[in-house]
């Protein structure tokens, strides 16, 4: 089967989102495909409890509620989301006309294609355990939403970078018991951070597992029990867990986006600032992954690329219905 709509957004981050509400006010249908099992890309798989300073009229605000605001604004105009699968692929037709397909081997044929990746398609690095994947989404988790859902719960940290600390830290009061497991006795993140990490283990409110790496997994049906750990002697560990979050980075990469014929200035998608057009007609790029001359990458000016694209892209859509601007507090939502 193949799914029918005006535009195709490559990518759920903060600029994708946006371009939903840009396109609905111009009575554009949308659907969104994203590499992530989630909505929010960089805000919400790299720093959801975040503060951000520089969003206009909102002198503080976490990331994750952001992107929370995003979707509530797109929601008026009921886009079609298709996560965890990544575009693979983009047919042009001789009308001018496309066909985006997904990893899911889902289809589906557009007008125009706004491209908001980002760094490319990203996803987490997962440790090498048998089984895993019966876990993942369920016990175990490379991204956090929501702390309450570790409340009095024993889970596993693993990694030694920022993001494995601050969530230590983060976690220690919330959880019942938190087993930190990393490789050395050396943490690779901000000093205050390693301090308190130190602190925190003296105190005994943390279990220190170094240097151990994850071995293994125990559990049924997705819910876990015991987080096996080995150290470099071969000497074994078994840590009760009822969650395991491995922090061991992100691959990023710009994957199929390169072979899309598209011109591209070291990794990022070059376009006319004036509409946000590609070099292939029919193609955008906005947020992070377009370049041109002076671009700040940041979500601010995904916003404002986002409505550029929106507004050209109108005249494909309705190549027959001249486009008369007026303001959202003219013509509501
Ligand atoms: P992204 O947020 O990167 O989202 C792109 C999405 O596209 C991803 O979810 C990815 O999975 C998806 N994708 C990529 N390729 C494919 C594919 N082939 N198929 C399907 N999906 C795909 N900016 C600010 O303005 N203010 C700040 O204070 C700020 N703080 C930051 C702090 C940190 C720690 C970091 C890492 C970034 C910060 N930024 C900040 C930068 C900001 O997060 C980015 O500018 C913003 O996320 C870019 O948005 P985007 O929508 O263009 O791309």
């Known amino acids: 089967m193949i799914n029918t709509t005006d535009i195709v957004i490559i990518g759920a981050g903060p600029a994708g989102l946006f371009t939903i509400f840009e396109a609905g006010m111009l009575k554009i249908k949308c659907h969104v495909i994203d590499t992530l099992e989630h909505i929010g890309g960089q805000c919400a798989a790299l720093y959801p409890e975040k503060p951000i300073y520089d969003i206009p009229a909102h002198p503080k605000i976490l990331a994750n509620d ?15 989301y298709h996560l965890n699968q ?32 980002g760094c490319g398609a990203f996803g987490p690095n997962r440790p090498p355990l048998d089984g895993i994947e019966e876990y993942e989404g369920k016990s175990i988790f490379y991204s956090i939403r ?39 006795d ?18 005994k409110r943390i279990n220190m597992v170094v240097p151990y790496q ?12 015991t987080v096996i750990v080995k150290d470099f002697d071969g000497n074994i560990k078994e840590l009760e867990a009822d969650y395991l979050l491995p922090f061991y980075g992100l691959a990023m ?23 946000m057009r590609s070099s292939t007609h029919g193609i955008y790029a906005i947020g992070d992954i377009a370049t041109y001359k002076n671009k700040l990458k940041l979500i601010l000016s995904g916003f404002a690329e986002a409505a550029t694209a929106c507004h050209d892209i109108y005249k494909i859509v309705y190549p027959d219905t001249p486009f008369h601007f007026e303001y959202s507090t003219s013509k509501g939502i």
Request: some cysteine; hydrophobic content about 45%; overall charge positive.
């Open 253 to 275: 990469e710009l994957g199929p986006i390169a072979n899309w014929g598209l011109s591209l200035h070291k990794h990022f998608i070059e376009v006319d600032v004036a509409t």
């Open 86 to 117: 990544r575009v693979e692929k983009i047919e042009k037709n001789v009308d001018g006309s496309f066909v985006v397909v997904t990893s899911k081997d889902v289809k589906i044929a557009c007008k125009a294609i706004v491209i908001a990746a």
């Open 186 to 203: 050396k943490f690779r993140c901000a000093p205050e951070s390693a301090d308190k990490l130190k602190q925190l283990a003296a105190q």
């Open 214 to 225: 994850l071995d293994g997994l125990k559990g049924n049906d997705g819910k876990l029990a």
């Open 146 to 184: 929501s702390k309450a859902q570790f409340s009095d719960k024993n889970i596993v940290i693993a990694g030694g970078g920022d993001s494995a600390v601050d969530w230590v830290l983060s976690l220690v009061d919330v959880a019942k018991k938190v087993h930190v497991v990393h490789r050395r």
């Open 66 to 80: 952001l992107i929370d605001k995003l979707h509530e604004q797109a929601a008026a105009f009921a886009p079609v």
